[in-house]
């Protein structure tokens, strides 16, 4: 794995590394395990305090994070027979967003999520995670077909925000995100969206109208990054700390606030410390999800949905 | 230029000795000088260049709206203050202000009018009010706005101005978003029209939405209208825009808006697609509807 250390976790990564090396020593021998035992302990002791301590920010920085799992990282732990589809059938394959159907314990699912990359190269593939109106006509393509043959959608959420380019603007991105939002409204199917990483506003949430919603534990979900609030609000993007903690965008507040329906726990140190038992804790919740409204009528996932999101707002009547 | 139904805005003896023909304004098109009375009468439309200038939701009544009339719905809601949020200024503050300059409760309004004589319900954002951005208020409003014409089976026109969602209501204004168009999708069902009129500007959290969905959509002569506004879009891709970028032109051009309407027109043309679209529905012998809102 690429080594990517924020500040903050560099005391957390050293004993990890201490880890390794041990670990490697008692598999030859066993005289290491006590030692390996007690590193590992205090290990994950140290991860669970500075991450009981994160402020916002910090949480934005572990959403962000290089090598936090990725919606690709997710399917290859717990999708089998995974088909990637691809191509809005208008324009182009937007790499921003990855879809396709597989097999979820049994079931088969159809699946769209937005898909960073590693490194200069791939990046640039995936346009940071930055879907362009293709994306979105591709993601509406797949709602469409998900409700034609009764499959459940899981979407993963994993973006800085829909692409702001000369081209995107051209070919409707605003079109391609309402369009979304309105195909979302109305599958006849089971939808369960799970922000892993970054929810940047709307092109987030047009993979987000979900009849459940869930976060990571180190997720975030935000009308606008902390950065660009900041710039807005004071023409300092540097105060991007006080935008994240006004802004209320860690998973806690997204449940209080009844935007989100359940946070996933991630392993000590953050999902990117451990992609197999994160994606293992996320495959669980998924599919306690994906059973609970299994037993739902077409017509009552459509209302369900409704008055999910009907609910949502605050105001003086 | 001729009005239909041309409905001067009524000024009292006491604001002609303060405001008055006294007070002169540029025209921000060609830079003629006009007094603020003439442009109030023409609608805020320059009478030598035809720049259209904003026109506030009062306007916007008066030369749409038969008498001017608007039968208010849902006018009693105003914002809380979910996150608390203080910029500097706390938004409760922001809030106050923004009801005090521009005599709304918040920066959309709707209700039920007509338009030559055929029932509408009608929506106008209110862009003095915090730039006609969208929070849970807003969002509210737009949704019950569809909810109700669904129940009346009235057809929707709804006018947009807006910077997108609110920053200072956070997530919830995001939210809003998927709200307003789980209740547009709604609406559809009962098969009548949704007229989109894009305003000067239309961004962000309200163009993703509901706004280029519209059955037909319309925009107004130089109105700025995108998803990203053209300060970040050149930020991004560090290159200057185009002359003409995100203008109704351009949005005519790449086949988002069916046609550009300026204000002198506005009412005859959206009439007569009221008529087209809703022709069948009222040329249609009467028996028990089966299109019922769900
Ligand atoms: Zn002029």
New interface residues.
Partial sequence: MATFVLPFEKPIVDLVDKVRELRALAAKDSRFEPELRRLEEKAGQLAREIFQHLTPIQKVQISRHANRPYTLDYIRRFITDWIELKGDRRFADDGAIVSGVGTFRGRSVVIVGHQKGRGTKENMKRNFGMPQPEGYRKAIRMYEMADRFQLPILTFIDTPG?????G????????A???A??A???ATVPIIATIIGEGG??GA?AL??ANKVLVLEYGC????SPE??AA???KDGSRADEAAT????TAP??VQ?G?VDEIVSEPAGGAHQDHDEAASRLENVLWQSLLALEGKSREELVDD??RR??A?????? | MAWPEKTLPSTDASEKKTIGAGVFRRCDGCGTTLTAGELAANFEVCASCGHHHRLDADGWRRLLLDDGALDPWDDHLSPSDPLQFSDGRPYRERVAGAQKKSRSHEAIETGRAAMNGQAIAYGAFVFSFMGGSMGSVVGEKVTRLFERAAKDRLPVVLLQASGGARMQEGILSLMQMAKSVSALERFRKVHMPFLSVLLNPTTGGVAASFAFLGDVNIAEPGALIGFAGPRVIESTIRQTLPPGFQRPEFLVEHGMVDLIVPRSEMKNRICTLLKHLTHAEATRPARPSRRTAS
Wanted: hydrophobic residues 50%.
């Fill in positions: 829909a692409y702001p380019g000369i995107a603007e051209e070919r409707g991105q605003s079109e995100i309402g369009a939002l309105a979302m409204a109305r506003s709307g949430l987000g109208v979900y935000s009308v606008i660009g609030c807005i609000l004071w006004q802004l209320k965008i507040d997204l606030l935007v949905r409704y999101f009907r949502l707002g605050a105001f003086v009547a």
